[in-house]
């Protein structure tokens, strides 16, 4: 009877006393603001729950480096009672595959490339603009502000929560055939790219002729000649030896591709106020993690691909104008299409970091 009384009192008290603390904004809760449904339920406590968070790359890529640093946080922080199961290398599928799981309630997590999400939250490609961002720096800023999150805000219509952005990369392009240092250059190669419209116009601007494909399949088409070519950051090329496969890095940096870390709307909505929290604050924190060893990974990437012998070359500042100049009717055709006023939004931020 004793216990039964106890119980019933620490149902009861404990929800009121977070609602208070939640009304008084004593204990301010950043993952409350994404969850994007009516789920106004302030449980709290932290049940036995799995994490099945699956990526595409590798265990040893920065965005592997990455996902361990989240499941490092959230089991030291619940104490064990939240395990994260990691899966790397696309052992659950591709992008859009996990992405489709994690929609149906069959995965928890995934942190895929914004690009191949284009089909379903299109504002996702106004960060598939061509030379949008100088450094990694700017993106941070437009991703991390108000724009970033303006467009996370339309993940939950599709099942799915996005808890913050990592960072895939600078992508650059390797190929089979030669070296490309000028527009004319890419003329006639069969490039691989992401499923995303933006990069399949941006390259058939430039005279290439891509291929939109799943990542998993690219090594293979790489060795087959299936496609001459493909783009990615350094740490991928050298992760996944595309450097087996191709002999010429052209580093023309020429977009930026955040990653997503997103989260079952399913699982996200059963959780407590307090589990949100942990998780949420954990992407966020492994992703500075993961951003930072990404970007000191980029150069000893490149320093390896060097040494283990591909012919690397850069872009003088002439051919870089001139590419830009060829892609710039894509990005306006596009901007037009995502959101004039987001686009924007995006370049008045960028306007304001540069100084102009
Ligand atoms: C990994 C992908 C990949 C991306 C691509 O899941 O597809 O080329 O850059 O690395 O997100």
Redesign the pocket.
């Known amino acids: 009877m004793k216990n039964l009384f106890k119980k019933l009192v620490v149902s009861v008290t404990l929800p009121s006393l977070l609602l208070l603390g939640a009304c008084s904004g004593s204990s301010e809760s950043t993952g409350s603001e994404t969850s994007g449904g009516d789920n106004t339920a302030a449980e709290s406590g932290i049940q036995e729950r799995v994490i099945r968070a699956g990526?595409?790359?590798n265990e040893d890529h920065p965005e592997g480096q990455g996902l361990l640093k989240f499941k490092e946080i959230v089991e030291e922080k619940t104490d064990g009672k939240i395990k994260v199961e990691p899966y790397f290398s696309?052992q659950l599928g591709?992008?859009m595959q996990m992405t489709e799981a994690l929609k149906a309630g069959t995965q928890e997590v995934t942190i895929?490339?914004t690009?191949?999400l284009v089909g379903m939250v299109k504002e996702f490609g106004i960060f598939d603009f061509p030379f949008i961002f100088n450094n990694g720096e700017e993106a941070d800023a437009v991703l991390d502000g108000a724009v970033g999150q303006k467009v996370l805000e339309k993940l939950p219509e599709h099942n799915l929560v996005g808890l913050a952005y990592w960072e895939?990369g600078f992508?650059n392009l390797t190929n089979s055939k030669h070296p490309v240092k000028t527009a004319a250059d890419f003329k006639g190669l069969k490039i691989r790219t992401?499923q995303n419209e933006v990069h399949l116009d941006a390259f058939k601007a430039l005279g290439a002729n891509p291929t939109p494909m799943?990542?998993s399949e690219?090594f293979t088409a790489l060795e087959s000649k299936t496609v001459d070519g493909?783009e990615?950051?350094f740490p991928?090329i050298e992760s996944n030896k595309f450097n087996e496969v191709q002999d010429y890095l052209s580093q023309t940096n020429h977009v930026y591709?955040p990653?997503v870390f997103l989260m079952s709307k399913k699982f996200w909505d059963d959780l407590s106020e307090e589990e949100k929290t942990i998780v949420k604050d954990a992407a966020v924190e492994a992703g500075k993690y993961q951003r930072q060893v990404n970007r000191e990974a980029n150069e000893k990437s490149l320093q390896n691909l060097k040494d283990a012998g591909m012919n690397v070359n850069e872009l003088s500042d002439k051919d870089k104008k001139e590419i830009q100049e060829i892609i710039q009717p894509v990005i306006d055709q596009y901007a037009g299409k995502f959101g004039k006023d987001l686009v924007d939004e995006m370049n008045n931020q960028l306007e304001e970091i540069r100084g102009n």
């Open positions: 990526i595409g790359l696309a591709d992008d895929p490339s690009s191949p895939n992508r992401m799943a990542f690219v493909q990615n950051p991928t591709t990653f």
